[in-house]
């Protein structure tokens, strides 16, 4: 499956039983997470580096509720603490996924 080119495509492939095995980890992060799997989306990016997958790592441990986990991790992106909701925040994320 090729990597998706709008949000639209990406929630269509959430219907699939995996995420394209082409696909950049961080992204393959973001589709487990939006199947429920936070323990998969955690697993992908856990030893990443790229500015994304640390990004998704915050997100994560914000999503988790580990609040000084999650603040540690966003220190780490360059990243404020985001004020808006973990859906809104997760489409953003999923944007600059897409558009890179």
Do not use: C
Not at 27 to 44: F, Q, S, V
Not at 52 to 75: C, F, M, P, S, V
């Amino acid at each position: 499956m090729k990597k998706p080119s709008t949000p639209k495509e990406f929630t269509k492939s959430l219907d699939q039983p995996g995420p394209g095995s082409i696909w950049p980890d961080e992204l393959k992060a973001l589709w487990w997470d939006a199947k429920g799997n936070w323990e998969k989306a955690h697993e992908l990016v856990d030893s990443l580096s790229t500015p994304t997958a640390i990004w998704i790592h915050a997100y994560l441990h914000r999503k988790e509720g580990d609040q000084w986990n999650a603040e540690y991790w966003y220190r780490r992106a360059r990243k404020p603490i985001p004020e808006k909701s973990l859906e809104a925040e997760f489409e953003d994320i999923v944007m600059a996924m897409i558009i890179s």
